[in-house]
């Protein structure tokens, strides 16, 4: 038999709260680099006209395409949201998306001289196709990823170490965002934290390879 779950008082949900709000309003005074993988998340939405005679698939009327943050440029526009100095580190493509994406943190006012614009390079994006009529929660029925199929190549990497060194060099924490499209590396984030003015608070998360960052300083502070 399972114990009573005792209901949480509402001095403690009040003070949780407090907490929190506390928490939020640090962010004001904080310089956060984002080192990580731009991810333009695409959303082509449609209403559902009928079922294609050529295949069992739904044919959509086009209403509207909407490109936003995904990724690690997803992180950094929650961070700007949140009134943090966010200096975004990454690489996108020399593309329309890629174009997007810088636009997007100018029109913020984050600084984004620490974005790459790669020549010969696909910026990584999600298109996903929603499908519903007037009125109704549109569903997801399709999604269609574009990328390069190659890491960016080593003249690239250099130069972003360069920038990385650069955002490191006027204080503030790190947070790495790698989606393993191959602009973060370890030997990348070791190196800035060893270079930073400062000993950096490094918050990371890797999708495919959190062990081979072995070494970084993923610190949690009280």
Same mark, same amino acid.
């Given at each position: 038999?399972?114990? /009573?779950? #005792?209901?949480?008082?509402?001095?403690?949900? @009040? *003070?949780?709260?407090?907490?929190?709000?506390?928490?939020?309003?640090?962010?004001?005074?904080?310089?956060?680099?984002?080192?990580?993988?731009?991810?333009?998340?695409?959303?082509? +939405?449609?209403?559902?006209? +009928?079922?294609?005679?050529?295949?069992?698939?739904?044919?959509?009327?086009?209403?509207?395409?909407?490109?936003?943050?995904?990724?690690?440029? !997803? @992180?950094? !526009? !929650?961070?700007?949201?949140?009134? *943090?100095?966010?200096?975004?580190?990454?690489?996108?493509g020399n593309d329309a998306a890629g174009r997007a994406l810088i636009e997007h943190f100018r029109?913020?006012? #984050?600084?984004?001289?620490?974005?790459?614009?790669?020549?010969?390079?696909?910026?990584?994006?999600?298109?996903?196709?929603?499908?519903?009529?007037?009125?109704?929660?549109?569903?997801?029925?399709?999604?269609?990823?574009?990328?390069?199929?190659?890491?960016?190549?080593? /003249?690239?990497?250099?130069?972003?170490?360069?920038?990385?060194?650069?955002?490191?060099?006027?204080?503030?924490?790190?947070?790495?965002?790698?989606?393993?499209?191959?602009?973060?590396?370890?030997?990348?984030?070791?190196?800035?934290?060893?270079? *930073?003015?400062?000993?950096?608070? #490094?918050?990371?998360?890797?999708?495919?390879?959190?062990?081979?960052?072995?070494?970084? /300083?993923?610190?949690?502070?009280?």
């Amino acid at each position: 038999m399972s114990a /009573a779950r #005792v209901p949480r008082s509402p001095a403690g949900a @009040a *003070a949780d709260l407090a907490r929190l709000t506390e928490i939020v309003e640090q962010f004001r005074h904080q310089v956060i680099v984002l080192l990580g993988d731009f991810v333009a998340d695409e959303f082509q +939405r449609g209403d559902i006209a +009928r079922v294609s005679r050529e295949a069992p698939v739904l044919i959509l009327r086009h209403r509207e395409t909407q490109l936003l943050p995904g990724g690690g440029a !997803n @992180a950094a !526009n !929650n961070l700007a949201d949140l009134g *943090a100095r966010v200096r975004p580190v990454s690489i996108v493509g020399n593309d329309a998306a890629g174009r997007a994406l810088i636009e997007h943190f100018r029109r913020r006012h #984050v600084k984004t001289s620490g974005i790459i614009s790669l020549r010969g390079w696909t910026t990584p994006v999600k298109t996903r196709f929603l499908a519903g009529w007037a009125h109704t929660v549109p569903q997801q029925v399709l999604r269609v990823d574009r990328q390069s199929c190659a890491p960016p190549p080593s /003249a690239a990497h250099g130069l972003l170490k360069q920038k990385l060194r650069a955002a490191m060099g006027g204080g503030g924490h790190l947070l790495v965002s790698d989606y393993g499209f191959g602009v973060v590396t370890p030997e990348l984030v070791r190196e800035a934290t060893a270079h *930073a003015r400062r000993k950096p608070i #490094v918050t990371l998360d890797s999708r495919f390879a959190l062990h081979g960052f072995r070494g970084a /300083a993923i610190t949690e502070r009280s």
